[in-house]
């Protein structure tokens, strides 16, 4: 089973940057295809922030969109998200996700374990 570590969160003013950074907590023996930041915030459901393929291509969440980056490292299956112009509404639990998709077409799912952004205004 694969685990996904994410490290990188904390506490900044409105306005401030962090950068989040996610590892597999061991060597994977497969492709992964996509990789992506999700958060939640109290209340609220998961959502989507961003995602990246293997190939490079991105995709945001109109809420983050000219204000974060996803990157990924294709060999080392890592990836990180840098985060600027922080909002107060941009706290949240972020959590990295890792997807293999099989040859069958099946998809599988890894998820970390989250760590807390919080920013205040």
């Known amino acids: 089973q694969v685990q996904l570590v994410e490290s990188g969160g904390g506490l900044v003013q409105a306005g401030g940057s962090l950068r989040l950074s996610c590892a597999p907590s061991?060597?994977?023996?497969?492709?992964?295809?996509?990789m992506g930041w999700y958060r939640q915030a109290p209340g609220k459901q998961r959502e989507l922030v961003a995602t990246?393929?293997?190939?490079?291509?991105?995709d945001y969440a109109d809420s983050v969109k000219g204000r974060f980056t996803i990157t990924r490292d294709g060999a080392k299956n890592t990836a990180s998200l840098q985060m600027n112009s922080l909002k107060p509404e941009d706290t949240a639990v972020y959590y990295c996700?890792?997807?293999?998709?099989?040859?069958?077409?099946?998809?599988?799912?890894?998820w970390g374990q989250g760590t807390q952004v919080t920013i205040s205004s």
């Open positions: 061991g060597r994977i023996f497969f492709s992964i295809n996509v």
């Open positions: 990246i393929t293997r190939d490079g291509m991105t």
């Open positions: 996700n890792a997807v293999r998709i099989l040859v069958s077409g099946a998809r599988s799912d890894y």
